[in-house]
């Protein structure tokens, strides 16, 4: 469907009708792998692209937005478009985070990424080694900005997942500490996340609180499988 600004035909992204529900799309299984500092440099650049071409469409189809609502014969809700660019643009900043915060080569930074079947990376996470002390410091994370524009579910928890395992194997007991941008904080308090009462108003997820989230996971995921 295309939705014209002024002579420019452009295509609405995720139209999404109020009239009807559409069903999630899962991501599927992800698993951790290791990637190369030019790897991860290449990857950054290429989701940033991907998050500025959807940001870029989405203005000015929100500048353009007809007051009937209806584009290209459907309803579609105005404040899921402007959510889903907000949500992009804080994509596009850990995205070129990732890009430039590549491993030194002194061995302070580390990132992990969880790729599907297929070989395509669906997330990352990256641990400051330097700042990680009572729990291990996610510098951070961060999902395919693709996956929040097509409305894919199960990275975020997935992510989580896998940095509790690697917390363990740290030594850490599953304890994270991380920063948040401010679309993320409802995700981070529903995984068992409490923000400190400080100046930085870091992040925690505490050894039981990952515990509990380790087990309701992989008993969720125990279910699907049967």
């Not at 009807?20 to 790897?39: C, D, F, H, N, W």
């Not at 992510?159 to 030594?171: C, D, L, N, T, V």
Request: aromatic share 8%.
């Amino acid at each position: 469907t295309l939705f014209r600004s002024g002579q420019t035909p452009v295509k609405l992204p995720e139209e999404n009708p109020k009239t009807a529900t559409k069903p999630s799309i899962s991501v599927g299984e992800l698993q951790p792998s290791k990637i190369s500092r030019e790897e991860q440099a290449k990857l950054g650049k290429e989701w940033s692209t991907i998050a500025k071409n959807y940001i870029s469409l989405g203005k000015k189809i929100l500048a353009n937005f007809p007051k009937d609502g209806v584009i290209g014969g459907k309803r579609v809700n105005r404040e899921e478009i402007k959510n889903k660019v907000d949500l992009v643009t804080d994509s596009l900043i850990v995205a070129t985070a990732m890009g430039i915060y590549t491993d030194d080569g002194k061995g302070e930074t580390d990132t992990t990424v969880l790729k599907d079947k297929s070989g395509k990376t669906e997330g990352f996470f990256i641990v400051s080694k330097k700042e990680s002390k009572d729990s291990m410091y996610i510098e951070f994370l961060g999902s395919n900005p693709s996956n929040i524009i097509k409305g894919k579910k199960g990275v975020g928890k997935q992510i989580i997942y896998h940095a509790i395992k690697e917390s363990m194997k740290r030594g850490f007991d599953g304890k994270i500490k991380l920063q948040s941008l401010s679309s993320p904080e409802p995700f981070y308090k529903a995984v068992g996340f409490i923000q400190e009462d400080t100046e930085d108003g870091y992040f925690v997820l505490s050894k039981e609180a990952a515990k509990s989230f380790v087990e309701k996971y992989e008993k969720a995921v125990s279910l699907k499988q049967k």
